[in-house]
């Protein structure tokens, strides 16, 4: 344990050092390596892919589940899309340097807010080896240094892809730590990594609700958080009832896994006898397990419906299950969102203008929605590129994370001589 | 303990339902009632000043330092001026609801992103009353709940001033549970508040190193904290001399015990033969204690100089005492800065084009000067109004932290019944 505590508070340091010395790094060069990082990567499949196949093996001694096979395996189409996603991140422009701001003082001082990189970000996830370009891409582009710690299923994928682009640093004389990986499966790292204040300025983590807790409950470094997404549809009294159908059935169903999907339905009482029935019968047609308020099983009679507990109206499935309420009012939707949502997203179907501003307004969500699935909350789908995650937080990040919230800023301010009086 | 705790949560739910219901607050009415505050602390200033006296008492029993006591004591000036402060948060424009920026994606859906109340803010503080009604006022402002928790000494007149202004919620029909003051001493209440996560949204303590880190190290909430100011001029081996003098004399006896005054002075080695003698001489006749490196002291013949240990650079004085220390270089001052400092407030002295933008652009520091004293590190100087303090972190809010810095924003989406293929 000693020898690993030595490694990551070393590690840490040449990382924040690599991280100094990144200010000096042009845009020119920074999206010239990136280049050649996804040509290195698909340059190179043939090795991932071995590399990826032990990873399989085990997993499968495991026995771990179908999906998260998929999840974890790799080949020419994958890999592909892995270096095509650096090849974006390339041709995006570069936030670094951007002025947010610039005004004079009376006094002459003329005072600029400008981004910068905000150093060495620690991400510690456990999801698929895709994630460990992206992240290496996504920081590398906005100049910070970056600490990984991936799943263990993933370890010998992740350590082949972090390898080959630490490599093409080297290759164009940047410090290579600028891109770190923790090898080691020995879960203490963790623990002395997040007390390494003086050295990592932010943590993210990316997984399952008990890795997050547990890392916002240990750590003193600065946390966003990427918790869970319990998204609503409100079907409002002044609903366009096909479109709050299609809207529904898409949110819940186009991808049922991921955060920004549909996990619970609110329907007006006005028009829960039309809609409920209708629309239910198509989500019990697609094998979606349907709890719902009793007069929710009431109204679709013939539709097998569990009663939804509290517990139901608080919990993301993330398959294909949904949670049913009828309510009484746009104010009891609001506050049933914002009782029991995460503050991820939130649509309200209608066609009532002031039904939607109140919506817009009161909802306290990262992204709330007027007559648009949810399943939009994301940084591609936004237009940002490439995304670090999707923030549950308030602070720094709100919504699909991308380059801009990878930055901080500094204040430069240009003067003549001024003292103050 | 048991009662503390359930009131702390209590405080803490009501602060949460106001700040969800100040949503519909107009800018029209709040700076209507920053008005009234500000009425009303002047009006009640005998009373302010009644309450005042207790605290004033109880602090010459305890032996508090004079400094100490005329931080504390208030007077109808005093008063006057936490009045206009008030007035002035009134004049400022109103961030919430500014749009950051807006666009349209190809799919037709309007994306808004839109500056919101962070929700509950919660500051812990040890510092003079006025910081009361500042916090109110800018809390109030920016549509946030507010929870404070201030010293022990200056207890009677934080009520007093807090029950002020809270009535004047009551009486304009707002909720008073935006404005919320801990008025037990019990240091429990704090430990138990730190974990309310699931209502608090921000923790900002502002006060010693030791308060800060015990903050930091249990907060199950995101900190922003306001360490120590470290503060460097560096006079290059270009610096118009003169000015230097002028720029160093100011940053340090302007007001030596604020977090903005210079702690430390490097010098250039071409010019430290000609700069140190004079300048040094000023500072020992300004009965400012002066501690310096082996060179310094050689150079400085006849100032009485103790040698500077690695701890006086690592040291905010807050006091009339220096460091020194003679550099080889630009890359050394910067290197020394970004190592010893606190990443507060920096300056170089120079004429000289390329090392201006060489440090601007290498010091990892909130606000980063050529050529100005770091006195103007400060929200009113930045032009920014009043100000919650001056943030040393990097995340969220860095250098002075005003109404901007106490929202998050919030993606408005407007579609017309987008669903993702």
């Given at each position: 344990?000693?020898?690993?505590?030595?490694?990551?508070?070393?590690?840490?340091?040449?990382?924040?050092?690599?991280?100094?010395?990144?200010?000096?790094?042009?845009?020119?060069?920074?999206?010239?390596?990136?280049?050649?990082?996804?040509?290195?990567?698909?340059?190179?499949?043939?090795?991932?892919?071995?590399?990826?196949?032990?990873?399989?093996?085990?997993?499968?001694?495991?026995?771990?589940?179908?999906?998260?096979?998929?999840?974890?395996?790799?080949?020419?189409?994958?890999?592909?899309?892995?270096?095509?996603?650096?090849?974006?991140?390339?041709?995006?422009?570069?936030?670094?340097?951007?002025?947010?701001?610039?005004?004079?003082?009376?006094?002459?001082?003329?005072?600029?807010?400008?981004?910068?990189?905000?150093?060495?970000?620690?991400?510690?996830?456990?999801?698929?080896?895709?994630?460990?370009?992206?992240?290496?891409?996504?920081?590398?582009k906005t100049s910070n240094s970056v600490i990984l710690r991936g799943g263990s299923e993933a370890i010998n994928s992740n350590i082949a892809i972090y390898e080959i682009l630490r490599s093409v640093l080297v290759k164009n004389n940047i410090d290579p730590a600028m891109i770190n990986f923790i090898t080691t499966g020995d879960r203490s790292v963790v623990d002395e990594l997040l007390k390494l204040n003086d050295y990592i300025d932010l943590v993210i983590p990316r997984g399952g609700e008990e890795l997050i807790k547990k890392v916002v409950s240990s750590s003193r470094i600065p946390v966003i958080k990427h918790y869970k997404g319990i998204c609503h549809v409100y079907v409002d009294e002044w609903a366009d009832l096909n479109m709050a159908e299609k809207i529904c059935l898409n949110a819940k169903l186009q991808r049922p896994a991921v955060c920004n999907a549909m996990e619970s339905l609110l329907v007006h009482q006005d028009v829960a006898p039309r809609f409920i029935p209708l629309c239910l019968k198509k989500f019990y047609e697609a094998n979606v397990e349907i709890r719902g308020c009793a007069l929710t099983q009431k109204i679709a009679k013939g539709i097998p419906i569990k009663l939804a507990t509290e517990q139901d109206y608080r919990t993301e499935y993330l398959d294909l299950k949904i949670s049913v309420k009828v309510v009484k009012s746009l104010e009891e939707a609001i506050e049933h969102i914002n009782t029991f949502g995460s503050h991820h997203s939130d649509t309200i179907v209608t066609e009532n203008y002031n039904s939607a501003l109140e919506f817009l307004r009161l909802v306290d969500s990262a992204c709330v929605y007027v007559n648009a699935s949810t399943r939009f909350t994301d940084g591609g789908q936004f237009g940002m590129g490439a995304e670090i995650g999707i923030s549950t937080d308030k602070l720094h990040a709100r919504g699909p994370m991308a380059l801009e919230e990878l930055t901080t800023y500094k204040y430069m301010v240009f003067g003549s001589g001024q003292v103050r009086s």
């Amino acid at each position: 344990m000693k020898k690993n505590t030595f490694s990551i508070i070393e590690m840490a340091k040449a990382a924040q050092k690599a991280a100094q010395n990144s200010l000096r790094l042009s845009s020119q060069l920074k999206d010239k390596v990136l280049q050649e990082m996804a040509e290195s990567l698909w340059q190179k499949r043939t090795h991932i892919i071995k590399e990826n196949q032990k990873d399989l093996s085990l997993a499968q001694k495991n026995k771990i589940s179908k999906a998260m096979l998929d999840r974890l395996m790799l080949d020419d189409k994958r890999i592909q899309s892995m270096s095509q996603a650096l090849r974006d991140i390339a041709t995006l422009s570069d936030p670094v340097g951007q002025v947010l701001k610039a005004w004079c003082r009376p006094n002459g001082l003329w005072i600029h807010k400008v981004r910068v990189p905000i150093g060495v970000i620690a991400i510690i996830y456990e999801a698929r080896p895709n994630v460990t370009s992206d992240c290496i891409g996504l920081c590398f582009k906005t100049s910070n240094s970056v600490i990984l710690r991936g799943g263990s299923e993933a370890i010998n994928s992740n350590i082949a892809i972090y390898e080959i682009l630490r490599s093409v640093l080297v290759k164009n004389n940047i410090d290579p730590a600028m891109i770190n990986f923790i090898t080691t499966g020995d879960r203490s790292v963790v623990d002395e990594l997040l007390k390494l204040n003086d050295y990592i300025d932010l943590v993210i983590p990316r997984g399952g609700e008990e890795l997050i807790k547990k890392v916002v409950s240990s750590s003193r470094i600065p946390v966003i958080k990427h918790y869970k997404g319990i998204c609503h549809v409100y079907v409002d009294e002044w609903a366009d009832l096909n479109m709050a159908e299609k809207i529904c059935l898409n949110a819940k169903l186009q991808r049922p896994a991921v955060c920004n999907a549909m996990e619970s339905l609110l329907v007006h009482q006005d028009v829960a006898p039309r809609f409920i029935p209708l629309c239910l019968k198509k989500f019990y047609e697609a094998n979606v397990e349907i709890r719902g308020c009793a007069l929710t099983q009431k109204i679709a009679k013939g539709i097998p419906i569990k009663l939804a507990t509290e517990q139901d109206y608080r919990t993301e499935y993330l398959d294909l299950k949904i949670s049913v309420k009828v309510v009484k009012s746009l104010e009891e939707a609001i506050e049933h969102i914002n009782t029991f949502g995460s503050h991820h997203s939130d649509t309200i179907v209608t066609e009532n203008y002031n039904s939607a501003l109140e919506f817009l307004r009161l909802v306290d969500s990262a992204c709330v929605y007027v007559n648009a699935s949810t399943r939009f909350t994301d940084g591609g789908q936004f237009g940002m590129g490439a995304e670090i995650g999707i923030s549950t937080d308030k602070l720094h990040a709100r919504g699909p994370m991308a380059l801009e919230e990878l930055t901080t800023y500094k204040y430069m301010v240009f003067g003549s001589g001024q003292v103050r009086s």
